[in-house]
């Protein structure tokens, strides 16, 4: 390639010009900062500093940058066939990592379809359960129920079961689908659990199960929605009213798979499992775009035996080899399983579990501040720490602090949490908690 810009100067100004960044405007947006490589848990600035970065790219690199193991996945399968399509091809990258997937999954789960982001997982997750009542001969079942605080896309279909004022509904009247909603769980992850919490689900239920199709939800960890840690009791009693309500369950794993929460999935902390997951994030280790929807045979075979016996989705990049490739080298990474058998992963020698252990006990400095003026709520599960600030954070002013010691931490609306990827070391974690303490008592 030859490059068209001279400096880093020259490209950010018409990145600023002419490149839209997530949920931004085109004129006059906050300032991005260059990174010109990443490596490890740190990100390099085009000015040559080294960020800690607290984002792991959005909940997507767990293990960390250039990790030659993804690396020469993805140069292996370059080699050979980085893509064909899906429809009627079949490869083994997709076939690997199917097999990897269902041994992950708690059991039960047998039938996968590889989407590539985890948008589109969502949407083949929200088609599978209308298809599922379709072939019920029951087309009425069609309406979604929901929590409000949930996030699960952007692409109209994932906007109508997240939450309407996050997500803006009112903007979009004529897009956004009406689904009903109820209030989120009260109950705390590490509090008491209040059986109340069902009450506006099972009304719910009992009022409009006809037309109900799904009830979808993050479980345990509401991710870009709030960053709220609710009660796993109340996934369990979310399973049971399904089923005396004939509604299928899907949870949206996308931002908490692969052992953020402490567990390899959050429905583990409740030992029960819904009819459909997705994953997606973190799946590729934060390489490539790649996503799952996940079902059961009861959801695959009465969608696969009904009127319509085909699901009805097929995107372009569908089970991309590459992509397969790499979150395969990803999951063995994460899970110690080198050569077919469970040694020891290189980056975890004592497992992922150990660590992510390791990072909730080094999270705890963050309670430091939790008296500070201006902090509501500090809570921390797994690998991720979250601040919750009385009123909504000046980003820009933030930003500015944190980079300028050296973290890379991204605040949204009240919230500035972190969520690094699983190397980090235990004192590169207390400097990043540390950054975040002083920065919050710079500006409060
Ligand atoms: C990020 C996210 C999505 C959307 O995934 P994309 O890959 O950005 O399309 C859906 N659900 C949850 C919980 C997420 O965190």
């Known amino acids: 390639?030859?490059?068209?810009?001279?400096?880093?100067?020259?490209?950010?100004?018409?990145?600023?010009?002419?490149?839209?960044?997530?949920?931004?405007?085109?004129?006059?947006?906050?300032?991005?900062?260059?990174?010109?490589?990443?490596?490890?848990?740190?990100?390099?600035?085009?000015?040559?500093?080294?960020?800690?970065?607290?984002?792991?790219?959005?909940?997507?690199?767990?293990?960390?940058?250039?990790?030659?193991?993804?690396?020469?996945?993805?140069?292996?399968?370059?080699?050979?066939?980085p893509h064909v399509m899906f429809g009627g091809i079949a490869h083994q990258p997709a076939a690997e990592l199917a097999v990897r997937l269902i041994e992950i999954l708690p059991k039960g789960f047998e039938h996968i379809f590889l989407a590539d982001s985890g948008s589109i997982a969502i949407e083949v997750a929200l088609k599978m359960a209308l298809q599922y009542w379709q072939s019920a001969q029951m087309p009425q079942k069609n309406t979604l129920l929901t929590v409000r605080g949930g996030y699960h896309g952007d692409p109209f279909s994932c906007m109508s079961v997240s939450d309407p004022e996050n997500g803006q509904h009112h903007l979009f009247p004529r897009a956004i689908t009406k689904h009903l909603f109820a209030p989120r769980p009260k109950s705390r992850f590490d509090g008491p659990w209040d059986e109340e919490d069902l009450t506006p689900i099972q009304q719910s239920l009992e009022r409009h199960h006809n037309d109900i199709a799904a009830l979808i939800i993050e479980p345990v960890v509401q991710g870009a929605g709030g960053m709220w840690f609710y009660h796993p009791a109340y996934l369990r009693g979310l399973r049971r009213l399904c089923d005396d309500y004939n509604v299928l369950l899907i949870f949206d794993e996308i931002a908490t798979g692969f052992?953020?929460?402490?567990?390899?999935?959050?429905?583990?902390?409740?030992?029960?499992?819904?009819?459909i997951v997705c994953v997606g994030k973190a799946l590729t280790g934060g390489m490539m775009s790649l996503a799952a929807t996940v079902t059961t045979?009861?959801?695959?075979?009465?969608?696969?035996?009904?009127?319509?016996?085909?699901l009805m989705h097929g995107p372009t990049f569908m089970g991309n080899p590459l992509a397969c490739a790499i979150a395969c080298a990803s999951i063995d990474l994460l899970t110690g399983q080198q050569d077919g058998s469970l040694n020891s992963s290189p980056l975890y020698p004592k497992g992922w579990r150990y660590k992510v252990q390791q990072i909730e006990r080094g999270l705890q400095s963050l309670h430091d501040i939790a008296d500070h003026k201006g902090v509501s709520d500090v809570r921390i599960l797994g690998a991720i720490g979250v601040i919750e600030m009385e009123v909504t954070v000046d980003v820009g002013k933030l930003q500015?602090?944190?980079?300028?010691?050296?973290?890379?931490?991204?605040?949204?609306?009240k919230l500035i949490y972190i969520m690094p990827p699983y190397i980090i070391e235990p004192e590169e974690l207390q400097k990043l908690c540390g950054a975040i303490i002083e920065t919050i008592r710079t500006h409060y």
């Not at 080294?50 to 792991?56: E, Y």
């Open 1 to 81: 390639m030859q490059n068209k810009f001279n400096t880093t100067q020259d490209w950010l100004a018409f990145d600023r010009a002419h490149l839209w960044h997530p949920y931004t405007s085109m004129h006059e947006p906050l300032p991005c900062y260059p990174i010109v490589g990443a490596e490890g848990v740190y990100l390099k600035t085009a000015e040559g500093k080294k960020l800690i970065d607290g984002m792991s790219s959005w909940w997507c690199a767990l293990h960390g940058y250039n990790q030659d193991i993804l690396k020469n996945a993805a140069y292996e399968q370059i080699e050979t066939m």
């Open 297 to 310: 045979p009861k959801v695959a075979m009465a969608i696969s035996q009904g009127a319509v016996p085909i």
């Open 400 to 413: 500015k602090t944190l980079v300028s010691k050296n973290v890379w931490v991204r605040p949204f609306g």
């Open 259 to 275: 052992g953020r929460t402490g567990e390899m999935f959050a429905m583990s902390h409740a030992e029960i499992i819904p009819d």
